[in-house]
Nanobody, 123 residues
Framework: QVLLVESGGGFVQTGGSLNLSCAAS????????VGWFRQAPGKEREFVAA???????YYAESVKGRFTISRDNAKNTVYLQMDSLKPEDTALYYC?????????????????WGQGTQVTVSS
């Protein structure tokens, strides 16, 4: 089993930046992909970004060019650097881990989920 803990959320102005962290513990050796998803009140959970075992990265069109996903295997941590933030980015952000080696943008590909970290962008 894998335990995921997100951190780094907060309040920022439009155009500001945040760096989210997802720290993993437990039996992480079988993790083949880590993804970030977000959910705003009244909206469906949506894919944000993912990084696969082969370092291939995937981004939602809405964040491409503004967000960057990366990982530090030595620290068992995945990061989401968010720049040029917009009010539309306001949501609870979750990280998730998948053992499925071909996991990409679909939430059901991921087995383990963190509790989320809140990002609020003011206009």
């Amino acid at each position: 089993q894998v335990l995921l803990v997100e951190s780094g959320g907060g309040f920022v102005q439009t155009g500001g930046s945040l760096n989210l962290s997802c720290a993993a513990s437990g039996r992480t050796f079988g993790t083949n992909a880590v993804g970030w998803f977000r959910q705003a009140p009244g909206k469906e959970r949506e894919f944000v970004a993912a990084i696969r075992w082969n370092l291939v990265k995937y981004y939602a069109e809405s964040v491409k060019g503004r967000f960057t996903i990366s990982r530090d295997n030595a620290k068992n941590t995945v990061y989401l650097q968010m720049d040029s933030l917009k009010p539309e980015d306001t949501a609870l952000y979750y990280c998730a881990a998948a053992s499925f080696r071909w996991a990409t943008t679909v939430a059901t590909d991921y087995e383990y989920w963190g509790q989320g970290t809140q990002v609020t962008v003011s206009s």
